[in-house]
């Protein structure tokens, strides 16, 4: 087990990386823990949790909202979880943002940590404080940024995990290339999805690399009023097609990501975009959709980073290279026209 602290403004996350589930009950207390999972993996994962409270919500992002919290509310009033409980996600970021969520707003707030137990949730939603619910169609718009206390990081539960969910989590992988890592990104052009797989270390080390890339940036602006932005890179197009079409939360970003990039040729002269659309489709990714442009503009104007009548986009400079700019919806209107008439 490889133990790393990271300390925010206000708290500090303990990195288990390299753990296992079974060193649980050396981090918390079972009798004042509860286990907030999904049906899917509890069927997995039944016997491993055994002996621990475990609290059960329905699996996929339909229900992370404001009842899902309510009926956890509910049980955990009901079990009896007082305030010096712990609450613990294991689950992908559907559980994850619902249970950090939940062990915020009970009691005016428990303490929380993490077991991550797809890609995405590993390298990014169970980082960095962010959780909550969707309203409607509407991504994440309930929310708070409170930092669990540790992420457990066991890579074995991800023999469950669906080929699917590998690829989305590859999305924010690649997102953070974009973003910070243009060395990252050369390593993921040279390998393929199937190396990452097949070979343990490498996947815990792209792991590890991506999870202290995330904490560095939030570490640095916890509370997203400056550099945090980056991390958005691809969210503001894929949050406004995402419930909308049903969309898995990678596929969504990858298209925003394409988005944002042809944005960013236009308007900064990134010269990457197709390199972008290639690493994309390489690790199974969608690089085009077709949507109703007129209805995903409208959905932007709702967008957690609009100021006005402008939105703060992520744009890229060049590959490892970030910036965010304020864009009118008349800026962006001609690049989500283009792309939305593209076919799947
Ligand atoms: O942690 C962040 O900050 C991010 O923006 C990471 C995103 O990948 C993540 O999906 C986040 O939840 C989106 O943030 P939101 O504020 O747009 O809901």
Not at 136 to 163: E, S
């Amino acid at each position: 087990m490889l133990k790393k602290i990271i300390k925010y403004s206000t708290d500090s996350t303990i990195f288990y990386f390299d753990s296992s589930i079974s060193e649980l009950s050396k981090i918390v207390d079972q009798t004042s823990t509860f286990i907030i999972t999904d049906d899917n993996l509890y069927h997995h994962y039944q016997k491993k949790l055994k002996g621990w409270n475990v609290l059960l919500i329905k699996a996929g992002e339909k229900y992370k909202n404001q009842n899902t919290v309510n009926e956890i509310i509910g049980q955990l009033i009901e079990k009896g979880a007082d305030r010096k409980s712990i609450i613990i996600g294991f689950g992908g970021g559907v559980v994850t943002d619902i249970a950090g969520y939940v062990a915020s707003v009970y009691m005016r707030g428990v303490s929380f940590g993490f077991i991550p137990t797809s890609i995405l949730a590993m390298v990014d939603a169970s980082i960095g404080g962010k959780n909550g619910v969707d309203v409607g169609i509407y991504k994440n718009m309930v929310g708070i940024i409170r930092q669990p206390k540790f992420l457990l990081y066991d890579y074995n539960v991800l023999k469950t995990l669906p080929n699917e969910e590998w690829v989305n989590g590859f999305a924010e992988i690649i997102k953070h290339a974009c973003i910070k890592d243009a060395a990252m990104f050369k390593l993921l052009e040279k390998q393929f999805l199937k190396d990452f797989q097949k070979d343990k270390l490498l996947l815990s080390k792209l792991i590890q690399r991506n999870a202290l890339l995330k904490a560095k940036v939030v570490q640095e602006d916890e509370f997203e009023q400056g550099n945090r932005k980056l991390l958005n890179f691809g969210h503001t197009l894929g949050h406004a097609i995402e419930n909308t079409y049903q969309l898995p939360h990678g596929h969504a970003v990858a298209i925003g990501m394409v988005g944002a990039a042809y944005l960013s040729k236009g308007l900064l002269g990134f010269s990457n975009a197709e390199k972008l659309v290639t690493i994309l489709e390489k690790y199974g990714l969608p690089a085009f959709y077709t949507f109703d442009a007129k209805d995903a503009l409208l959905k932007m104007l709702s967008d957690k980073k609009r100021v006005k009548n402008t939105i703060n986009y992520v744009l890229l400079k060049t590959i490892g290279d970030a910036v965010c700019r304020p864009l009118t919806i008349q800026e962006i209107q001609p690049v989500v026209e283009a792309i939305s008439k593209t076919f799947k």
